[in-house]
Nanobody
Framework: VQLQASGGGLVQPGGSLRLSCAAS????????IGWFRQVPGKEREGVAY??????FYADSVKGRFTISRDNAKDTVHLQMNSVKPDDTAVYYC?????????????????????WGQGTLVTVSS
């Protein structure tokens, strides 16, 4: 199983960026995806989660970020709009086999089985 995160880069405040997480090796297994981010010196935090039609977002990104899934391509996207300097971080995608998570659990990193390598997003003018 592999997760490949991509799409990071430099973006100006107020701009947009789309991150992608390509999953491979799951074959017919059902899995759900979470996006996390981490700033040096701080704990990794949950950003968004998708499991079927269920979606969760951190309060800090609600209304600005949108998570979506392309099942045909086994890819999950994180559309980031109206970005702020506080969104600067390394973004990771993570996958969980089996049942979708509930709202109280999606941020818990130990609920995920696989992690991608991370992609850096820098929001700066």
């Amino acid at each position: 199983v592999q997760l490949q995160a991509s799409g990071g880069g430099l973006v100006q405040p107020g701009g947009s960026l789309r991150l992608s997480c390509a999953a491979s090796g799951f074959t017919s297994d059902y899995y759900t995806i979470g996006w996390f981010r981490q700033v040096p010196g701080k704990e990794r935090e949950g950003v968004a989660y998708i499991g079927g039609t269920t979606k969760f977002y951190a309060d800090s990104v609600k209304g600005r970020f949108t998570i979506s899934r392309d099942n045909a391509k086994d890819t999950v996207h994180l559309q980031m709009n109206s970005v702020k300097p506080d969104d600067t971080a390394v973004y990771y995608c993570a996958a969980r086999r089996g049942n979708r998570l509930i709202m109280s659990a999606w941020r818990q990193q130990d609920q995920y089985d696989y992690w991608g390598q991370g992609t850096l997003v820098t929001v700066s003018s």
